[in-house]
Every structure is written in C-alpha cells, then in structure tokens.
C-alpha cells in the first residue's frame, strides 16, 4: 500500500490533556498539592504557615503564608507551565537552593481543581485575587492588601473521576497530609506551622531556635529519651540529628525521616550507610529510626531526578556512605552516650573505625560534663593487649582480677545478672551479653588490623555433618582461618575444630559450627566484607562469653565490668540484646521520692 493512502497515527495532545498529564506527575493525591504550596511558601520566605484542610484535602486544602506575596503582573504567570521565579538558565539546575524550580506545580494542581488565589507583596497598596477552574479562568480582581499569599485548592479532581476514585478514606488522605507538614517542620524549625482538619487544630509548630526543640514538638519526648545525637563533618559534607539507642529499636521503621538541604528525601546510599553503621548493634529483625539533616554544596547534588523531588543524586556516594557509616558508629561509642558514668572521653577507647574519616575530616563530639574518671584504663588497641578474658565453658578457675576502684560490685542474682555501682549508677548486667560484647568487640579490632592469633586446640573436634554444609563450611575455610577460627576437614561428611581465637577459650564446637552453617548460608547475600564478618564474630563471640547460669566471685564480677565499661558500656551485645539496666542518682532519688529533701 502506497505511504500516502495510510491514515496518521501519531497526533499532537491537546493543552489541556498535556496538563492533566503533567499533575498526574506531580499531584499525587491531596498530600503532594499541600507539599507543593508549602514549598512555595518557604520559598516565599513565610515565617508563618497555616494549613487548613477539609475532608482529606478533597474538598478545600488552604496555605496562607506571611511571605513575599505575588505581584498582580506575576500572578497570571505563575501558572502557566514552566514558569519560575528560580531559575534563569539551565545552569542554575546545577546550584538549586529553592524548593520548587521545576515551575510544574502550580499549572498542574490548577488543571485538575478549582484555585483561588488572593496576594500582595509588602509594597502593594492593593492586593489581588485570581480565580481558575481547571486552569482557565477570569480576571485578576482586587483584594485585601495583607502580605503573603492565600491558595485555596477545592474540588480536588473534579475534572478526573478516575483519579479521585482511587483516593483513600478521608482519614487516610489527611494522615499523607499530616506527615508533609511534619517534615516541613522538621526541615524549618523557625517557621511556625498551623495544621487543622475539618476546623479542628491538628497539629502546631510554633517557632524554635534548634532542631532537637522542632523533633521534640513532632515526636514528643518519650522519642527524644530513646534517641542519642550524631554529628559528623567531611569534605563539605555534614551531618546532624539523632537517632535510635539500639535499646530501643525495634520493627517499625517510622521515622525513617532524612532532609538534604532541608528537603525531605529518600536515599538508598543513606540509609545502607545508617544500616551498616549500627552493624552488631542492632538486633536481628529491628531497624533504625532517626531523623537526620544532612547538608551539602548545591553544586555536589541532583534535585532534578524525580518529577515530586523526593529524591536525588550525590555527585561523590562513596564519601557520603562512609561519613554516615562513621557518623552513626561515633554516636554509638561509649563516649557518645546521654549518660557515660563521668567518663572523660579520654579514658575510653577510640577504634581505628572512629579515627577520621579521611584526612580533611573531623567528626564532632558534643561536650562531656564529666566528674569521675575510670583510673588505671588498660590499652585495647590489639586483641592480645590489655586483660584477656580467662573462661573457659563452664571451668572453675576465676575471672582475672583487675584494679578499678570506680566500680564496687555488690553481687549476683540468679546467677545471671551483676549488680554493681558503677560510678555514680546503681548497674544490672547481663554477664553473658555484657561479656559477648567485649569479646566482640575485641575480635572485630582484631579483624580490622587483620590480626585476630588461633590458640591451637589440644585435641580437634570433630563435627559431623552433611555434605552440603561440610562442602560449605571447607568453602569458605581461608576466610574463616583469618578470623582465628582453625578448620580442617576430617573424612567425607565431617570437620575438625582444631584452633579458635586467643581468648575465646573453650567452646562448644558442634553448636558453635551449626550456628556458623546459618551464618555463611547468608554471606553470598551480604552487601560488604564488613556484614559478612560481623555474625561470624559475633557467633564466636556469643560461644566464648561466660554463660548465664554461672556462679562468679565478686572479682570476676569486677572484671567483668570493669572490661565493658573500658569497652564504652554498649548497651546492646552484637546480636542486639540489652546488656544491662541503668539508673543514676538522679533516678534512685526519684524513685525514693528523695527529690527536694534537705
């Protein structure tokens, strides 16, 4: 058939088609029209923010700001597509500051809506007002000249059934809304924010001078009391905020909230980085929640890689994974702790994780008001240096004793859990978890210098098993020998245990081998060398620990404590577990109701 006789397939859309397609990119659901007002808002430089909502944000969503306003020559302009006040050239893609740039969002909520907006800048005697309905509309009229901008968003998908069929329940359109304005506030504390809902006050933000004051308004206090603070500086990069004590951690991911130059974000690299920098602290299952501002040079990052700017691109993701592994790791060391025991910094160990992160970099600690110093602290710089812990199972001989005047143990209960003063604090712990985590701790110094000595077995141990775990575990023999553990295989469908790391002592090898089959069983899956590692450590960790069920003298209950608080008092052993419960004189005073007596 001749070209010419065909029929013409491809057609030019209409305007208003186009439109509808482009909110269907920006204009979600309620929720991203009140991100994409408050963005302009902030933009505006509106240091008083109210949002009022009907229905899920279906019926009327209204932002009224106290910024700059909108002069009557701009408004018409300000919705019409790709138009902005932000950027002149594409060059200014590379350096963007604003939180809108894309010049979408205002078009697009108008094409699928009924829109009113009423403005005036500080210098306008007159305000004005514009009315559009599904983006057309009449003539700008004028109106109170009180500065800022009000928009009034109704209808909300009017024109577009489909779209609005697909809506949630009211409750849940607002829940959407209630979190954007929660993350405005976390991004802005000096902006007060105002949220109502069908004229009831939901949520307000009244102005704050610091982040931890705006997370304390979001999240209230009972979240504050089971975060610690993380501070890192890199190369241009830094990092704030806070984040959960392991402790607490547990399934729920919320809140999971990361800002980069105050925009709420989602970011792959981020949260890999927070994932491996709690490593062994965090229990199998539990995950992090925190609330971390991460800035960085405008010219090192990519906004412009989502059609919402929900997420973006870092120009250099290898610095920025380690300055937040190595953040989050600092705030988890010992030092870092709300309540150290009057620790100086100096006296507690410093791994070669936390030195730097290169050599421009400097990680900041906040202020120790310490009072009592551990004296006589022993080096534990290498695994073989400083006290080595001497249990071997379940023998008699006694836990090494070492000078520590700052802890007085006081006992044991249930053969279980040692009760001591440890400085200023009336202390409960766990001797197995307490004692896994030093020996962990311990081994994975080890491994980082990549000398972790074997203390040759008298007589190896053989392990039966089947021949795919004894094909697995002579697999991956080379790697284990550099973790001190000593494997050799022993007939067709069997092993022999012949070495275990210095200080390990005697363990149960069959038990010790079947937990370390579950471990390689995930190695191929893990992300990096150092998540590999880590369950084999602590599994060797969890086998050399004194066990719970153990009678020890008052020395050996001394050394115990004495080897975790050198080790920086982790809170948790390094399969997640707490090791020990803690009150301070404050605390006991309280309880006894001794708070205020002369």
């Given at each position: 058939m001749p070209a010419a006789s065909c029929s013409a397939k491809i057609h030019i859309l209409p305007g208003d088609v186009v439109s509808r397609i482009a909110a269907g990119e920006v204009v979600e659901r309620p929720a991203a029209v009140v991100k994409e007002l408050l963005d302009n808002s902030l933009d505006a430089g509106g240091l008083h923010i109210t949002i009022d909502v009907k229905d899920g944000g279906t019926t009327l969503i209204r932002v009224t700001d106290d910024g700059e306003g909108i002069s009557r020559a701009d408004l018409p302009l300000a919705f019409e597509r790709h138009a902005t006040s932000k950027l002149r050239s594409d060059r200014d893609l590379a350096s963007v500051i604003t939180m809108g740039f894309r010049g979408e969002a205002l078009p697009s909520i108008a094409s699928v809506s009924h829109v009113s907006v009423t403005t005036a800048t500080r210098l306008d005697m007159m305000g004005s007002q514009l009315t559009l309905i599904a983006g057309a509309g009449g003539s700008?009229?004028?109106?109170?000249?009180?500065?800022?901008?009000?928009?009034?968003?109704?209808?909300?998908?009017?024109?577009?059934?489909?779209?609005?069929?697909f809506l949630k329940s009211a409750t849940t359109e607002f829940s959407h809304i209630s979190h954007v304005v929660q993350l405005a506030g976390l991004a802005w504390p000096s902006v007060h924010f105002r949220l109502t809902h069908n004229s009831q006050e939901i949520l307000n933000y009244p102005a704050v001078t610091t982040d931890r004051d705006r997370i304390l308004q979001v999240y209230r206090q009972t979240f504050l009391d089971r975060t610690i603070e993380m501070r890192g500086r890199a190369g241009g990069l830094s990092i704030r905020g806070v984040m959960i004590d392991p402790v607490h951690a547990r399934s729920s991911r919320t809140p999971q909230e990361l800002f980069v130059n105050r925009r709420p974000v989602r970011n792959a690299t981020v949260f890999h980085a927070v994932m491996d920098g709690y490593g062994s602290f965090l229990a199998k299952g539990h995950h992090p929640t925190f609330v971390l501002?991460?800035?960085?040079?405008?010219?090192?990052?990519?906004?412009?890689?989502?059609?919402?700017?929900?997420?973006?691109?870092?120009?250099?993701?290898?610095?920025?994974?380690?300055?937040?592994?190595?953040?989050?790791?600092?705030?988890?060391?010992?030092?870092?702790?709300?309540?150290?025991?009057?620790?100086?910094?100096?006296?507690?160990?410093?791994?070669?994780?936390?030195?730097?992160?290169?050599?421009?970099?400097?990680?900041?600690?906040?202020?120790?008001?310490?009072?009592?110093?551990?004296?006589?602290?022993?080096?534990?710089s290498g695994i073989v240096e400083g006290h080595q812990l001497a249990f071997a199972h379940e023998a008699a001989e006694t836990y090494r004793r070492a000078e520590q005047p700052d802890i007085l143990p006081l006992g044991q209960i249930l053969r279980t859990y040692l009760v001591a003063q440890v400085g200023d604090e009336l202390q409960v712990i766990d001797q197995h978890t307490a004692h896994e985590r030093v020996l962990f701790q311990r081994l994975w110094r080890g491994w980082q210098s990549r000398d972790i000595p074997s203390q040759p077995l008298l007589i190896p141990e053989p392990i039966e098993l089947s021949a795919a775990q004894t094909a697995l575990v002579l697999k991956r023999r080379d790697d284990l020998?550099?973790?001190?553990?000593?494997?050799?295989?022993?007939?067709?469908?069997?092993?022999?245990?012949?070495?275990?790391?210095?200080?390990?002592?005697?363990?149960?090898?069959?038990?010790?081998?079947?937990?370390?089959?579950?471990?390689?069983?995930?190695?191929?899956?893990?992300?990096?060398?150092?998540?590999?590692?880590?369950?084999?450590?602590?599994?060797?960790?969890?086998?050399?620990?004194?066990?719970?069920?153990?009678?020890?003298?008052?020395?050996?209950?001394?050394?115990?404590?004495?080897?975790?608080?050198?080790?920086?008092?982790?809170?948790?052993?390094?399969?997640?577990?707490?090791?020990?419960f803690r009150l301070s004189t404050d605390e006991l005073a309280k309880l006894f109701g001794r708070v205020g007596w002369s």
């Open positions: 700008i009229v004028d109106a109170p000249a009180a500065p800022g901008t009000r928009i009034d968003v109704s209808n909300l998908f009017f024109n577009q059934p489909a779209r609005k069929k501002f991460l800035d960085i040079e405008p010219d090192r990052l990519d906004v412009n890689v989502h059609p919402t700017k929900k997420e973006v691109r870092f120009a250099d993701t290898e610095a920025l994974h380690l300055l937040v592994r190595q953040s989050v790791r600092h705030a988890l060391d010992g030092s870092e702790r709300k309540v150290v025991l009057g620790l100086t910094q100096e006296g507690l160990p410093q791994t070669a994780s936390l030195v730097a992160v290169h050599q421009e970099a400097s990680i900041a600690a906040p202020k120790n008001d310490s009072k009592i110093g551990i004296k006589d602290a022993v080096s534990l020998e550099k973790l001190g553990l000593l494997i050799e295989p022993f007939g067709a469908t069997a092993v022999a245990i012949r070495g275990v790391p210095v200080g390990l002592g005697k363990v149960d090898a069959a038990v010790l081998v079947q937990d370390l089959l579950d471990d390689l069983t995930e190695w191929e899956s893990a992300s990096s060398l150092e998540l590999r590692v880590q369950p084999i450590l602590a599994s060797l960790a969890c086998h050399g620990a004194v066990r719970a069920g153990r009678a020890l003298a008052l020395p050996e209950i001394q050394q115990v404590i004495h080897d975790w608080v050198q080790e920086g008092l982790i809170m948790t052993c390094p399969h997640g577990r707490r090791t020990a």
